[in-house]
């Protein structure tokens, strides 16, 4: 049987999501255990040229719900990226699980082959479904989560390979 592209993406955005989310449980917990103000965390950058740890949450985010969207050829929800705290991109996080959750998979069925356009790094491009999810909307997930978990381990919060992984 093969799998279905609503099997190869939600479920992977889904646990990658939620490893996120314990992670920012671990962030604000080391932020109160430090006396360190959380929008010290939030507000990070690695280097001056890169966005903060807030926005990788929410270009995250934004891959989570875009790529299963466009997949089953529905309208991406438009969030607002004014998320500044912990717990303002835990709600983000939950509105994204959600979002994704609704989504009908017999609504992807065939989307290996729907063609995808889009507007990236303000161009218009276009890609087969099959294309779109393996080579923009995954990779670009995965920068953005590994991005911040990395912020918060240069941080000094205890992370592990575990807590990416969402293995408990």
Known sequence: MALSMHQVSVPVFERSL???????DKAAAHAEAHK???LALTG?????DMFPFARQVQFSTDHAKG???RLAGIEVPK???TETTIPELQARIAKTLAFMASIDPKKM??????????MAAGKERGFTGYSYLFTH???NFFFHVTTAYDMLRHNGVV???RDFLNNP
Not at 18 to 24: E, F, P, T
Not at 44 to 48: I, K, M, T
């Open 18 to 24: 939620k490893a996120l989310s314990n992670c920012l």
């Open 36 to 38: 360190i103000d959380p």
């Open 44 to 48: 990070f950058r690695l280097y001056p």
């Open 67 to 69: 790529a299963p969207a």
């Open 79 to 81: 969030y607002e990226d």
């Open 109 to 118: 069925d065939g989307a290996e082959d729907r063609e995808i356009k889009m």
């Open 137 to 139: 909307a995954m990779p």
């Open 159 to 161: 992370l592990g390979k």
